[in-house]
């Protein structure tokens, strides 16, 4: 698990548009990584567009969005072109960086137990240091937090 005050761990994903994406790339500035179960379900759509309204307020407080799931990076773009997303979403098909963060969970829904995404946002600071982490989140009102705290650092 990643704690608070660790150093991130690094990545270069596929993200959408046919690019990548490196998390050592946006240093000095700060970035939020968030990783969330899957495209274009009712959560995670809420998600993306609540990080995606508020991306010029994290920009102005040098702050970058990364969204990361294990989806397609085509999947990727048909979920930015369909709600007009303004934020990176990166896709991690193996899980590496799922299982570096420590997302890549047993979860449990109808007495079934499965492994997936645990919903979860890291504040990552100019410095590559994991300032708030945030594990089990609840999708609505969720970007207003974490605009808070990177606007707080």
Same mark, same amino acid.
């Given at each position: 698990?990643?704690? &608070? @005050?660790?150093?991130?761990?690094? %990545?270069?994903?596929?993200? *959408?548009?046919? !690019?990548?994406?490196?998390?050592?790339?946006?240093?000095?500035?700060?970035?939020?990584? $968030? %990783?969330?179960?899957?495209?274009?379900?009712?959560?995670?759509?809420?998600?993306?567009?609540? =990080?995606?309204?508020?991306?010029?307020?994290?920009?102005?407080?040098?702050?970058?969005?990364? #969204?990361?799931?294990? *989806?397609?990076?085509?999947?990727?773009?048909?979920?930015?072109?369909?709600? *007009? !997303? @303004?934020?990176?979403?990166?896709?991690?098909?193996?899980?590496?960086?799922? &299982? *570096?963060? #420590?997302?890549?969970?047993?979860?449990?829904? $109808? @007495?079934?137990?499965?492994?997936?995404? &645990?919903?979860?946002? =890291?504040?990552?600071?100019?410095? #590559?240091?994991?300032?708030?982490?945030?594990?089990?989140?609840?999708?609505?009102?969720?970007?207003? &937090?974490?605009? !808070?705290?990177?606007?707080? !650092?």
């Amino acid at each position: 698990m990643i704690a &608070e @005050g660790q150093t991130a761990p690094d %990545f270069t994903l596929p993200r *959408d548009g046919g !690019l990548s994406v490196s998390l050592g790339s946006f240093q000095p500035n700060k970035v939020v990584v $968030y %990783f969330y179960p899957k495209d274009d379900t009712t959560g995670c759509t809420l998600e993306a567009q609540d =990080f995606t309204a508020r991306a010029p307020a994290f920009a102005a407080v040098n702050t970058t969005v990364i #969204g990361i799931s294990k *989806d397609s990076v085509k999947s990727h773009d048909r979920f930015c072109k369909k709600y *007009d !997303l @303004g934020i990176i979403l990166a896709s991690d098909e193996d899980g590496t960086t799922c &299982e *570096d963060y #420590g997302v890549w969970v047993e979860k449990s829904m $109808y @007495g079934k137990t499965y492994m997936g995404i &645990e919903r979860s946002t =890291f504040l990552i600071d100019g410095e #590559g240091k994991v300032a708030k982490v945030w594990r089990k989140v609840s999708a609505k009102g969720h970007a207003e &937090e974490v605009l !808070l705290a990177a606007q707080g !650092l």
